[in-house]
């Protein structure tokens, strides 16, 4: 069974860093990306990141140049490092696995819109604030 797992979320201040992990179990890297999304009070869900073996990495404009993934292969890993995070960024982050084919669809088209067949985590909060 294909699983995903978020942790590292916390309260930090402004300026501050912070790194999510998500957990795979199930799949290979090989045939599924990791898509990370998050979704602030009262707006909707956004995809803010994307990494894949084969395809490589996209970021939303909103995170660009602040968050970065990377991958590690041989424990199922996926991190996503959050720097100079601001207030914007408080909300649910979730990470979910995407068929390899979803996951070169957000890369080179920039957006993704989740499928039905893409698997989720249970969600990890982060909070930005004084």
């Known amino acids: 069974e294909v699983q995903v797992v978020e942790s590292g979320g916390a309260v930090v201040q402004p300026g501050g860093s912070l790194r999510l992990s998500c957990a795979g179990s199930?799949?290979?890297?090989?045939?599924?990306?990791i898509g990370w999304f998050r979704q602030a009070p009262g707006k909707e869900r956004e995809g803010i990141a994307c990494i894949s073996r084969s395809d490589g990495t996209v970021y939303a404009r909103s995170v660009k140049g602040r968050f970065t993934l990377s991958m590690d292969n041989a424990k199922n890993l996926v991190y996503l490092q959050m720097n100079s995070l601001e207030p914007e960024d408080t909300g649910i982050y979730y990470c979910?696995?995407?068929?390899?084919?979803?996951?070169?669809?957000?890369?080179?088209?920039?957006?993704?819109?989740?499928?039905?067949?893409?698997?989720w985590g249970q969600g990890t909060q982060v909070t930005v604030s004084i």
């Open positions: 979910a696995a995407l068929p390899s084919r979803h996951g070169e669809e957000w890369i080179y088209s920039g957006s993704y819109r989740p499928y039905d067949t893409d698997v």
């Open positions: 199930g799949f290979s890297f090989d045939d599924f990306a």
